[in-house]
């Protein structure tokens, strides 16, 4: 595997892209967010801004039209570029399941630590957590962290609370005193707690895995229906014929998401990759593993068989440095080590390392990995120099995404971050 290769091969892998022949002037892209409360708003701020650092960068026009409601569950906004001479035009459509994040999103930190540990009992009691772990040890520390963060902060609470009332009491003072001196020395802890939370985003995660939880058992209402609406919007997009490539995206937890609406595309439409354009799945620091291994999952286990035997192309990008993804595991095997992978028949999705380090500078690097959310948000961001992942050229640029990554070949079994090496 060439995943270690310097910033000159990431100059030659761009070099060669942009000798492909730019056959898209129109795009669809359809884009699914993470467990993200902040909705389209945030989304598009955030393309606004990277496509002006991107467009500082190459020197490409970029620009990125205000944004519009087309009804309740898409948002939409334009974007037009002329990427290496080669205008396009791209509609860039946030299909939003915000509403249901939000319903999903306690506030009360109490909520959230009960909700936290009870997702993490179900993953350790039907052994999610041993799977996890036998396949990437960094997302075992990710999916623990949350409750050891929860579990530390009650034992240093009754500790200080304890330790408090004693010394207090040593001294003679009433129990009254004593009592007091416990509450206030635990609530210290807490607000302490609550501070560096702040600078974790811990709790983020906790959300994240008690709704995951509930999510495969069929509790969270109106995700079903979502996932099918979702699905009639691809079937219509593909029927449109007004764009010359569709992009299904997904970052984070709507990479799961992504499978599942483009699975039931193909149930609607059977021919929907035969329509004439280029359609294609595009995942972004996935977390598709988290759904698939709950035990109550197996309509999704059998969604992900069913896109990755489709003839509909799909790249998965990761990077190692992201602990909160699933680097360069394969989705279906994880779970189905049967799965054919054979070369005479699709089977995807053709996983891609995204090197970081070809991507950024050592400074911005070394910021990201003490902050794992800005890390796994680097996929939707524009770089400290061009290399050969690049979300704006594959969103706004003239070639399609399969052929942008044809020459390169998908990682198979990428050994670097299982605990046991067989």
């Known amino acids: 595997m060439n995943d270690g290769r310097p910033v000159r091969g990431a100059r030659a892998d761009r070099a060669r892209a942009q000798r492909l022949e730019p056959s898209v002037r129109r795009r669809r892209v359809l884009y699914l967010s993470g467990f993200d409360p902040r909705g389209p708003s945030f989304y598009h701020k955030t393309y606004r801004e990277e496509a002006e650092r991107h467009s ?15 009804g309740p569950l898409v948002q939409s906004w334009a974007v037009t570029a002329a990427i290496d001479g080669h205008p396009v035009e791209t509609r860039y459509d946030f299909l ?8 999903h999103w306690p506030r009360r930190q109490l909520a959230v630590w009960v909700n936290t540990l009870w997702a ?10 041993g799977r996890i772990f036998r396949a990437t040890w960094p997302v075992l520390i990710t999916v623990s962290l949350p409750a050891l963060f929860v ?44 501070w560096l939370e702040g600078r974790l985003n811990v709790y983020w995660l906790g959300r994240i895995y008690a709704f995951t939880v509930r999510d495969a058992r069929g509790e969270v209402a109106g995700l079903d229906e979502r996932r099918d609406a979702f699905a009639r919007i691809v079937v219509e997009a593909a029927a449109a014929g007004d764009a010359d490539e569709i992009l299904l995206v997904g970052h984070s937890l709507g990479t799961p998401l992504a499978v599942s609406v483009m699975a039931r595309a193909l149930a609607l439409d059977p021919a929907i990759a035969r329509r004439g354009q280029r359609l294609a799945v595009l995942t972004l620091g996935p977390t598709t593993p988290i759904l698939s291994l709950m035990p109550e999952a197996g309509w999704f286990r059998d969604e992900l068989r069913t896109l990755a035997a489709a003839d509909v192309p799909w790249l998965d990008f990761s990077a190692p440095p992201d602990g909160a993804c699933f680097a360069l595991v394969d989705p279906v095997r994880i ?16 996983l891609l390392n995204v090197r970081m380090m070809d991507l950024v500078d050592r400074a911005t690097y070394d910021r990201a990995r003490r902050d794992w959310a800005r890390m796994h948000f680097q996929y939707l961001m524009a770089g400290d120099r061009l290399a050969e992942y690049d979300y704006f050229m594959i969103t706004a640029g003239a070639v399609p995404l399969q052929d942008r990554y044809a020459h390169r070949a998908g990682v198979k079994d990428y050994a670097g971050l299982r605990p046991f090496r067989t």
């Open 56 to 70: 500082a960068l190459s020197g490409a026009p970029i620009e990125v039209g205000p944004r519009r409601s087309l």
């Open 96 to 103: 939003r399941w915000d509403d249901i994040i939000r319903a």
């Open 120 to 129: 993490f009992s179900v993953f350790l009691r039907t052994g999610a957590l």
């Open 151 to 194: 579990l530390l902060q009650v034992l240093l609470a009754l500790g200080a609370g304890w330790g408090a009332a004693a010394l207090v009491s040593a001294f003679g003072a009433p129990t009254v005193a004593a009592v007091l001196a416990a509450l206030l020395a635990a609530a210290g802890i807490i607000l302490l707690g609550r």
């Open 335 to 350: 779970f189905d080590p049967a799965f054919p992978r054979g070369e005479d028949a699709p089977a995807w999705p053709k």
